[in-house]
């Protein structure tokens, strides 16, 4: 029963109507679906942590107290030590729950109410404590029992979805499990792959339970990136192709002080085959790119309409790293957006706009905020962007006309589709890409897409995903501490060269 991860992403509402599909339409029982569930996440344990004899597992109210008796059944069977705290009283449940805790009963599982001053020690514990109903700050004797989960030396096992965790945004409702992984059910749920829910699901298992929901016309919240599907946007180079077949990237930033984020950009630009990179800073910046980097081309400019000339000669721009916001960089700005051209905007760009407050930008723009920059534009507080990224990326692209990428643990790219927004999640990334000029690097990958003649949808998704692949490549090569955006190049090329 166990099935690679899946492209669709559902609310919670959404899963809790697949289950009611598989009920109704498939003819499989609650009660059977929470037994394949405690199955499966049993299974894993045993996978996971192979040496384990030992769990400690945690039961709340509703199905996923009921999912923890059945693992907890099925470990005493197999001569396991289980011990099951509840914070619920048991002869409350209903329903299937209830029918778990019976069967948890008949093997003779020792069962107590949770007591968070009680020693307990067990190689594996499980979080049956709350599921994806979840809608409001966890408080009282179920915040207790996170944190005592959370201050466990053994790996936790959540069931289903972290408990604290929102389904459907991935913040956490005050206090939330930080489980080692997380066995989800039928649909994954989306808020195990953004914000919190990175850092609180560890590793995502899924299981279908056997059932089949293809035809159940379920909304779908977010899809996966598919990077097969993305890569193979690029049709090959044709033999008698030449650099002005591949685009005239132009990179416009690097103020006084803030040279090396535009350089990075540019680079990033060429890696990501631009056919020319050409680099629009101050004349300081022009000096330095050309001995740093002799395949771009640079023109140093004092004012804004300085550029126009070189703008008019590209093909697609990227405008904002080292920006600055200011007259310098408002100028230039102002003539960027006047070249009508493909553009990622990015850093300072996207601060002077909100600073404009209005969004009269190009066809074919991406915007790279970071969860701060969003707030700046969206006119909100960054925790709010961070409450519902996913409605903060929607409510960007509703307001610009935009695709956009925002930035953070699990990137959303949003972007218009008919007459409907739609979202990609990037389940790509780690922490060692936290380091500056990771965000000047992802807008050069996206600005040379757009230059290469993809869409700017098209462009954000691939970027987005590329960039974070490469970031775990090198990671994985040489660890996340120190991890360089200049240290993506390579990977970036490779990744887009389908290798």
Known sequence: MSVALPHELYSAAAVRALDQFLIEQQGLSAERLMKRAGRFAFDQIQQCWPSARSLVVLCGAGNNG???????????????????????????????????????????????????????????????????GLNKPVSGAYADAIGWLNRQASPVLALDLPSGLSADTGAALGAAVRADATATFVG?????????????AGRVLFSDLGGDTHDAQIPVKAYRADYGQLVAQFAPRDADSHKGSF??????????????????????????????????????????????????????????????????????????PGLGQQAWGEQLLAQSLAAELPCCLDADALNLLAKRGQFT?????????????????????????????????????????????????GTLVAFRAGGDTRLVLIDAGNPGMASGGMGDCLAGIIGALLAQGMLAPVAAQLGALVHAMAGDQQAEADGQRGLLATDLLPAVRWLLNGL
Do not use: N
């Not at 994954?188 to 609180?200: E, H, P, V, W, Y």
């Not at 056919?275 to 800073?281: A, N, P």
């Not at 330095?288 to 804004?304: K, S």
């Open 361 to 409: 930008l190009p066809p074919q723009t991406v915007l790279t905020p970071h969860p701060a920059e969003a707030a700046r534009l969206l006119k909100i507080s960054t925790a709010q962007v961070q409450a519902d990224r996913a409605a903060a990326a929607v409510a960007l692209v509703q307001a610009t006309g935009a695709a956009v990428v925002l930035k953070g643990a």
């Open 247 to 320: 685009g005239h990237l132009a990179v416009v930033g690097g103020d006084l002080g803030m040279s090396g984020a535009a350089l990075i950009a540019a680079e990033a630009g060429l890696r990501a085959g631009s056919g020319m990179v050409s680099l629009v800073s101050r004349p300081l910046t022009a000096q330095i790119a050309l001995t740093r980097q002799p395949e771009l081309m640079a023109l140093g400019v004092d004012a804004g309409i300085d550029a126009q000339v070189k703008l008019a000669t590209a093909s697609a721009l990227v405008v904002g």
């Open 66 to 132: 009921g999912d923890g008796y059945v693992v907890a059944a099925l470990a005493q069977a197999r001569q396991w030590t289980v011990e099951v705290r509840w914070l619920a009283d048991p002869a409350a449940l209903t329903g299937a729950a209830r029918a778990a805790w019976q069967f948890a009963s008949q093997e003779g599982v020792p069962m107590a109410p949770f007591d968070p001053a009680e020693s307990l020690e067990a190689d594996v514990c499980v979080d049956g404590l709350l599921g994806t």
């Open 188 to 200: 994954l749920k989306f808020g195990l792959f953004t914000g919190s829910g990175r850092a609180c």
